[in-house]
Antibody
């Protein structure tokens, strides 16, 4: 049973870089064909997709965040990571990592496994 | 960017009743790429439906999805107490995913 677990600082100062890691357990991040995404949710609000990565090197970002986001994958650690630079209070949210299957190589278009989420607050 | 608008914002029903949730897109969405999620307080979203009408693994058959183009529907027949939650639709296209604002299904 594949599980995802987010980790990282719960408090980040304005203008600094938010860094989170998602650890995949119960399976190899390199096995099968998947996209690995980051999604966030401000308190009491809806969901916003941040970006995705695959172990084959494909990376896509939400255009609204693209200038500040970097997502990378470390297959040796079975992890993928999110860096979001120049954060403001508007970046305060619960951050989720999620898996998207790619049957036959094409995106399923839906996220079948999610981490439990980690709350990140941007404040001085 | 495709904007998804869900209605109603809040739906008040009783256990045993039928729930119909709507998701309307600002432009046509491929039916292959429309999904529905359930989210309970303090939990991550749970995939219910993908490809507009395919149930995810372990999802009861009282949940069904339908629709095409710009109008999609999630139907829950015979509401169970555990079904009261927030529901989100989500679309994928041009390497971008967007979500609706959610419908809260509450106990009447």
């Amino acid at each position: 049973q594949v599980q995802l677990q987010e980790s990282g600082p719960g408090l980040v100062k304005p203008s600094q870089t938010l860094s989170l890691t998602c650890t995949v357990s119960g399976g190899s991040i390199s096995s099968g064909t998947y996209f690995w995404s980051w999604i966030r949710q401000p308190a009491g609000k809806g969901l916003e997709w941040i970006g995705r990565v695959s172990t084959s090197g494909s990376i896509n970002y939400n255009p609204s965040l693209k200038s500040r986001v970097t997502i990378s994958v470390d297959t040796s650690k079975n992890q993928f990571s999110l860096n979001l630079s120049s954060v403001t209070a508007a970046d305060t949210a619960v951050y989720y990592c999620a898996r998207e299957p790619r049957p036959g190589g094409a995106a399923l278009g839906a996220f079948d496994i999610w981490g439990q989420g980690t709350m990140v607050t941007v404040s001085s | 960017e495709i904007v998804l608008t869900q209605s109603p914002g809040t739906l008040s029903l009783s256990p045993g009743e039928r729930a119909t949730l709507s998701c309307r897109a600002s432009q046509s969405v491929s039916s292959s790429y429309l999904a529905w999620y359930q989210q309970k307080p303090g939990q991550a979203p749970r995939l219910l439906i993908y490809g507009a009408s395919s149930r995810a693994t372990g999802i009861p058959d009282r949940f069904s999805g339908s629709g095409s183009g710009t109008d999609f529907t999630l139907t829950i027949t015979r509401l169970e107490p555990e079904d009261f939650a927030v529901y989100y639709c989500q679309q994928y296209g041009s390497s971008l995913y967007t979500f609706g604002q959610g419908t809260k299904l509450e106990i009447k």
